[in-house]
Every structure is written in C-alpha cells, then in structure tokens.
C-alpha cells in the first residue's frame, strides 16, 4: 500500500514513536527547524508543521530563543511524610510478606512474563562471564587442591586483599584480616542483626526498605520501626535521631548508597551525620553497601562506614549485582563486631568455596573488575534514563518517579486513585510482573508505589508492557478519582 501520509505527519509520527519508546526522553531539545529540514531534504514549513502538532497535542514545549524540547511529565516523589497513612486493608498480615514475596518471585520466573521489576540484571551484556568463566577452568586445573582441600575462614586472602584495595574507591580503608566472606549480601545482613540485637529488640528501617529484610526480621524476632526517608536525599536524619535519643532502637538497616528501592543516595554531609549519630548513641548501624559500586558520580562517593569513629557500623556487600549473582559471594567489615560475627559464620557455614573466592579475587587483581564497572555505570545510567523516559511517555499525569544515582532501579508513584497491589494482579493477567509498593514496607505503606528496574535490554515487548501498565494505572486512576 502506497504511504499517503503528509510529510509532517510522517515526521510528527516518528518523532511521538521515539518519545514513547524513550529515545527521545522527556527534557531533552529537538534539532532546530532549520536543522531538520537540511538532515532530512524536506522544507522548514514541514517541520515547522510537524513540532506544531506535537507541541499542540502537549507533547513538546517551544522555549523562545532556545527552540523545541520534549515535555518532561516526570518529577520525584513527595517526602514520605506527606502520604496518606495506610489504610487498614493494606496491612499484610504478620508473616505474609514471605509469602507475597513467593508470589512476586514466581509470577516473575513464569516463562512468558515480562518482568519489569526484578533486580537481577538479565542477559550477558551485564556480566562478564565469559571471562570468569575461563579463570575458574584456569584455576580448577592448575590447582585442583581448591577443590579437594576444605575450604577453611578466611578464605583467599588474594580475595580479601582485592577487596580492600577496591573499597578504597568507597574512601574505606579496611584490612583483609578483618574481611569476613559471606553467601551473598543477605547472609552478611543476617549475620549482622544476629550479632548485635536478641530477640524482642527493635531495628530500625528505612520505608521503603529491601523487602527480603522484612521476614528476616521476624524469623530473627525482631520488632521493627519504619524511619521515613525522602525519595532524593534518603534516611530520615531528624526522625532517626529522635528515636536514638528515646534509646528505642537497637540497631538500624540503611542502604545510604544507591538505596533499593528508591534508586538514590545520601548526600556526604548526611553519611557523615549518620555516622555520627550512631557512634555518638552507640548503636550499631548495618550498611548495606550492595551498589554502592554502582554509583554513577566518580569518584566514588564514600559509604559512611568512611566516617566510623569506633567501629559501630558494620558494612555488607556482595558482587550479585556486578558480578554474576550465581556466584553467591559476599562480604563484610564488622568494626567492633568482628570476632562475634567471624563466629557466627562459622557455625552457620563454615566458609566459602575456595574456588570461586580465588577467582574473583584473580579477577580483581586483573584490573578487570574496576572496567568492568566503568562500563556498568554508564549502560545502567543510560538504561534509567531510558526507563524514566518510557515511564514519563506512558504513564498517566501525576506520576512521579526518582531519579537514581546508580544502579538500576526507579521508584514510581502514581496518581491518587492507584493501588499498585491491584496494579500487580491486573498486569500479571496480562503476562506482567511488577513489584507493589506495599511489598517494601512492614506496615503495608506506598501502596501509590512500585519499583521499575532497568536491568534488561529493553526490547519491544518491554516498551510494550511498560505501554500497557501505564494504561492499566490510568483506568485505574480514572476509576477511583
Ligand atoms: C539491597 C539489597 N541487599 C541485599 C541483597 C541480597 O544480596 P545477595 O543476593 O548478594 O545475597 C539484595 C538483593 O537483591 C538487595 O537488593
């Protein structure tokens, strides 16, 4: 069929193609009419037409003497403070969020859903595994004794050192005799709150928080108290410290850099405060530094362990998110808890696999790890704004959304009206998976919230599904306005 269109038209239809798939994101300027019109062999009037009806339709803004930009529809969430309470539907039951977290986990791992949540970067452009891959084969076969030998603690000491050497990045100066190697980042948190708290004592946690901790307070018997945080700047300083001085915390959980979910991180004065405050009370602070590598600024900003006068904050991490999480190894530095912790370990699981430990650790010393994230900084910086775009072209108005400073995550508020609870079980009926906001808090809050991530290729059928939710969160908008 011949293309009958007008040529403006044309022109108009590609570029709304490009603002909804997210090349051309929300802010970003247009080429000048004159500019245009010479790239593309077709008159000024055309173009002229074209941005004309597109800024007549609200999705550009001419700006005199600066020309045409596409309309940004996004701005950041409203400090916690400001949110309705939650209601009492909302509350999941004590124990169920294990439970919701099965849900989300299996809706996720179904195979003909599209998961827009999921932390976990999918595909190998993320990883490099090929070449950890040969340093293992490397290594299982001039050493075979890191197979047959019990793998007693330390560990790799080659392992201990990189990693003390690569978190002077985070301004850490740690030393490898101190480093405890852990199954991941969710055992180093885990050994953390074994050691410093019993039970009946009460954490304090950020809302919205890393949702696997919710449960793992509870089996741990642990009572928790939700500290607000601001969807750009993060923990709650003034509320945190009014609950130091009443002395009802026995400890906190904060993701300072590059929070889950939010995206974002605290400002330095704020760590240095933050550190302060819990030396000051002398209550341990558990630092989950899991991105603080991916941070996008460089130099690194530091992790506030950096400012730890007597060893009061214990700082976890791990290479899931960097590396390969298949690989399970994590780590922590336990200040005044060391000895404590390097004995829970050990009668939780001994050690770590001697193997994989000394792989990583030849991989660090490489100089492979330190490029490596060079290049995920700026895909995962690339793939967010992306998504905040698609988020902003497909989502009803009133949507908000932060803006990260590392890793792949954005947190999303919708308009009142939206339950993101509902939102979960709509979308999955269409072969969606999300994660709701309720998910991320122990009283059941932001349930206005989801968390979008950014770690997969965004193929059609994501910009597709995205599409698709942000119809779903409209008629629900409209429905309940
Ligand atoms: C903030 C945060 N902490 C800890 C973990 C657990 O990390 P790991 O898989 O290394 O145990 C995750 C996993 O997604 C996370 O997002």
Redesign the pocket.
Known sequence: MLDTAPRYQVLADELREAMRDGRLPGGSRLPSVREAAASRGISINTVLAAYRQLEARGLLEARPQAGYFVRAHLGSPPPWAQETPPTRTARPAAGAVLTRIATVLAAQTQPDTIDLSL?CPKGGDFYPGERLGRIVADLSRRRPALLTDYSLPPGPTLLRQEICRHAQDLGLALQPDAILLTN????A?QLALRAVTRPGDTVGLESPT?F?LIPLLERLGLKSIEIPTHPDSGLALDALELLLAERRLQAVVA?PNVH?PLGTSMAVAAKKRLAALVNEYRVPLIE?A??AELQYATPLPPAVKAFDRDGWVIVCA?Y?KTLA?GL?M?WMEGGRFARELAELKFCASVAQPALLGEAIGVFLESGGYRQHLRRLRRLYAAQTDRLRALIGAAFPPGTRATQPTGGFLVWVELPPGCDTQRLFDAALARGISITPGSLYSPSGRHTRHLRLSGCYPFTARHVEALHTLGELAGAQGRAGA
């Open positions: 932390a991941g980042c969710m055992e948190l890393y696997n993701m889950n989950d899991l991105y791990s899931t999480p399970r994590g």
